[in-house]
C-alpha cells in the first residue's frame, strides 16, 4: 500500500501553491529549496505516528488525493516543474532497476514449520543453494519478531550449523547497522510481523537491508513475519498489531505483498467468520493496492533478479484487484510478478 506521508507532503506542496501563486515552483528550482518550509513533515518512506489516511470525499476546496506511493508522488513532483527529481524518481528509474534488481537474491518461505517435516526441513534444499551460490559462511539472524531473541537465535542455530553455516544474532551486535552492512546473508525470522517492522525502523534497519540486498545483491531469506516485511508493507499479515509501528511500508524488496500461511477455506467447516480470501478482498477495496501472493504453509518464493518461481511442497494463490484469483502450482515461473505497474 502506498506510503501515506506522501498524501501529507503533496496536500501541503498543493495548499501552498494555490495560497501563492507566487510560492510555486518553477522550471530547473532546486528541489530541496522548494521543500524547505516542509522540512518539519516526516520522510515519504515514514508515516507519521497515526492511523494511515485514506481518501476523502470530493470538495471543490479539497479536491481527493488518493495515499501516493514515493513513484506516484515523484511523478507529481516533476509535472510542477521540479526538475531536480529525488534520485530514485522515474527519470532514473530505467537505470536504477538495471544495476539493482538484477542483483537481488530472495528466499521468502510462507513458515518455518510445515507438518511432515523438520524445522525449515521443506526449505533446506532452497537455503543451502541460495547461500553456497554466493559462497556464504557466516548468517546475520534478525529475531525481532519474538521477544525472547536468545532462545530464538538457538533455536535457528542448530539447523545452519547443521548444513554447515555459522548463525549470530544481530541482537548481539554492538551497532545493527554495522552488523546489516557486513553481513553475508540476512535472515529475519518469524513471529509478529508489527513487532519486527517496529524494531527494524527503531534500529533504522530499513535502508540499510535494503540497499545491502537490492544493490550489493547481500542473499535475503524471509520467513512468515520476514516474508512479510520483504513486500511493500505489512497491510496483509494474519498478526494481531500488538505493537504500532511508525509505519506499514516494509522493505520493499518486490513490488507486491504477500499473505504468509494463506490457509482455502474448508467448505465442511461451521465456522462463519471471514476467510483469508475474503479479508484479502477487503485489502483491495482501496485504491492502489498491489497483487497479495497467498503463500501457503511449505511454499516459498524465490527471487534471482528479475526473475521469479515458486519452490517447496504446495503451491500458491494470486489476488489482483479486480481480478478472479489465479492458482500456481509449485515449479511455476511467477516472474512477472516483479514488474511493477
Known amino acids: 500500500m502506498a506510503a501515506c506521508s506522501s498524501d501529507v507532503i503533496f496536500r501541503s506542496l498543493h495548499s501552498t501553491a494555490v495560497a501563492k501563486e507566487g510560492d510555486a515552483a518553477k522550471p530547473g528550482q532546486n528541489i530541496t529549496t522548494f521543500l524547505k518550509p516542509f522540512s518539519h513533515l516526516p520522510h515519504s518512506n515514514i508515516h507519521p505516528p497515526h492511523p494511515p489516511t485514506f481518501p476523502r470525499k470530493s470538495s471543490s476546496r479539497n479536491p481527493p488525493i488518493k495515499c501516493l506511493s514515493n513513484k506516484k508522488l515523484q511523478r507529481r513532483l516533476l509535472d510542477l516543474g521540479l526538475d531536480d527529481a529525488p534520485p530514485n524518481s522515474p527519470k532514473q528509474e530505467s537505470s536504477l532497476e538495471k544495476h539493482t534488481f538484477q542483483k537481488r537474491s530472495l528466499l521468502l518461505i510462507s513458515s518455518s514449520k510445515v507438518h511432515g517435516h523438520e524445522f525449515l526441513g521443506h526449505a533446506v534444499d532452497d ?136 490457509l482455502d477455506p474448508d467448505p465442511a467447516s461451521t465456522h462463519k467468520g471471514e476467510t483469508r480470501e475474503e479479508r484479502i478482498q477487503q485489502y483491495h477495496e482501496l485504491p492502489d493496492t498491489p497483487p497479495v501472493l497467498g503463500l501457503r504453509e511449505g511454499c516459498i518464493l524465490k527471487v534471482t533478479g528479475n526473475k521469479a518461481v515458486l519452490t517447496g511442497v504446495i503451491g500458491a494463490r494470486l489476488f489482483t484487484a479486480g481480478k478472479k484469483p489465479q492458482e500456481f502450482a509449485v515449479g511455476t515461473d511467477v516472474s512477472f510478478l516483479l514488474k511493477e505497474n
Open 127 to 262: 537455503i543451502n543453494s541460495l547461500l553456497k551460490t554466493a559462497n556464504v559462511k557466516k548468517v546475520l539472524f534478525v529475531p525481532y519478531a519474538l521477544d525472547n531473541h536468545d532462545d530464538y537465535t538457538a533455536r535457528v542455530t542448530k539447523p545452519f550449523s547443521q548444513w554447515g553455516f555459522s548463525l549470530e544474532g544481530i541482537h548481539k551486535a554492538k551497532d545493527p547497522i554495522t552488523a546489516v552492512n557486513e553481513a553475508e546473508a540476512i535472515f529475519i525470522g518469524g513471529g509478529n510481523t508489527f513487532r519486527l517492522l517496529k524494531t527494524l525502523y527503531e534500529n533504522n534497519l530499513i535502508e540499510p537491508i535494503k540497499r545491502r540486498v537490492l544493490k550489493e545483491g547481500v542473499p535475503y531469506i524471509g520467513s512468515s513475519a520476514g516474508t512479510n516485511v520483504a513486500t511493500v508493507n505489512i497491510c496483509t499479515t494474519n498478526d494481531m498489531p500488538i505493537v504500532y509501528p511508525p509505519s506499514f511500508s516494509a522493505l520493499g524488496l518486490i513490488p507486491i505483498n504477500i499473505n504468509p500461511h494463506y
